[in-house]
């Protein structure tokens, strides 16, 4: 009995998870540094930004779930130590002496960014393997994600 309820090929699900191993390693830094930027955060925009990217931050644990959660529901182990993380993020890494409001607004709209090109890149994997439900899922995080990028540029004026 295969360990997983997929009708995908192996080599799909392979592929798929590999792509979802890298959004996960990526959404688990990306949580991180939200929360040091929800926590440092100082200036006049204090009293809308701080609770703002605790949103942020709530949503993305729950993404890294959905996410991690694929990757098992496909036959394979979802990764996530923070050692793993921060040798395979693909963001960079966040600087923890920042407090200026709109500095923290500028630095999380950059990786959210980043994050969003590895969900889409991913997206194209599952497309090209026909996996319709992790496309579903990632655009469904992409969306999610590109309207809380809109925020902080809106904040930034662009
Ligand atoms: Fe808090």
């Known amino acids: 009995m295969k360990n997983t309820p997929s009708h995908l090929s192996a080599d799909?699900?392979?592929k798929v998870c590999e792509a979802l191993r890298a959004v996960l390693t990526d959404g688990l830094d990306l949580y991180?540094?939200?929360?040091?930027a929800h926590w440092n955060i100082k200036g006049p925009q204090f009293a809308a930004l701080h609770p703002l990217f605790d949103t942020f931050a709530t949503d993305q644990a729950a993404n890294n779930d959905e996410v991690a959660e694929r990757i098992l529901t496909l036959g394979h182990l979802a990764v996530g130590t923070a050692k793993h993380v921060a040798k395979k993020s693909r963001l960079p890494?966040?600087?923890q002496d920042v407090t200026k409001d709109l500095e923290h607004v500028a630095l999380l709209a950059e990786r959210i960014g980043t994050l969003l090109d590895g969900m889409r890149a991913a997206r194209e994997v599952a497309k090209e393997h026909a996996d319709e439900d992790?496309?579903?899922?990632?655009t469904?995080?992409?969306a999610q994600f590109e309207k809380h990028a809109w925020f902080l540029h809106a904040t930034l004026g662009g």
């Open 140 to 142: 469904g995080m992409i």
């Open 93 to 95: 890494d966040y600087p």
């Open 134 to 138: 992790s496309f579903d899922l990632l």
């Open 12 to 14: 799909a699900r392979k």
């Open 32 to 36: 991180t540094q939200i929360k040091v």
